[in-house]
């Protein structure tokens, strides 16, 4: 059982390019989440997928894009990357509106 | 505005040396209060959820108790390994947000 995968563990991007970030879990969960974490700052949701087909915003979605693709895997897309987008994103998921399990994270920097 | 607020910022102990960290909340219809643990260059990972005012919790050397407002989470004779930060989330209302506080940073000497 390997919970919550994130790749890449690592990313360095340059303003305007894009990239996608994957998170896979493998307990069969409904619902999956995609935050950043900021110094300072709590983890904030991006976007989240309550059900396999279904996507919904967060507290700040500007600038990114979500898929889930599957129950299994939920994507988080940047078109044109920016500098404000460096961070560390956390994927997460829940059987229900309950406990979250976290992957290891994937840490963006954004030139 | 639904907001969490975690006290204080950063916590330095010595071995042994019992403390308190705080999270108070504002929050419309809570549903659940969750504690996590986040290790350096790790995602966070769970340790409690409380859903009513009065409900405590314990594992090994740390206990979660809950009031209207508040949750404290006791830390008995600290050892090195339970540096980390510490987080606080609650649920509320309806639907499947969880809102975060900043954490507390937990240092622990030998």
């Known amino acids: ?20 970030l994957q998170c896979a879990q493998d307990m069969n969960h409904n619902s999956m989440y995609w935050y950043r974490q900021d110094p300072g700052m709590g983890l904030r949701l991006i976007y989240y997928s309550a059900s396999e087909g279904t996507t919904d915003k967060g507290e700040v979605p500007n ?12 994507s988080l897309r940047l078109e044109s990357a920016a500098p404000s987008q460096t961070s560390v994103y956390f994927c997460a998921s829940t059987a229900r509106e309950e406990t979250q399990y976290f992957g290891p994270g994937t840490r963006l920097l954004v030139l | ?94 639907g499947f947000k969880t809102i975060f506080g900043a954490g507390t940073r937990l240092f622990v000497k030998a």
């Open chain 1, 1 to 20: 059982n390997a919970g919550v995968t994130q790749t890449p563990k690592f990313q360095v991007l340059k303003t305007g390019q894009s990239m996608t």
């Open chain 1, 63 to 74: 600038g990114y894009n979500v898929s889930r693709l599957n129950k299994r895997e939920f």
């Open chain 2, 1 to 94: 505005e639904d907001q969490v607020t975690q006290s204080p910022e950063a916590l330095r102990l010595q071995e042994g040396e019992s403390s308190s960290l705080n999270c108070s909340y504002t929050v419309s219809g809570l549903r659940g209060l969750f504690w996590y643990r986040q290790d350096p260059g790790k995602g966070p990972e769970f340790l409690f959820t409380l859903y009513s005012a009065g409900e405590e919790k314990e594992k090994e050397r740390l206990k979660a108790t809950l009031t209207k407002k508040e949750s404290f989470l006791h830390i008995t004779a600290p050892k090195p390994e339970d540096s980390a930060t510490y987080l606080c989330a609650v649920q509320a209302g309806g």
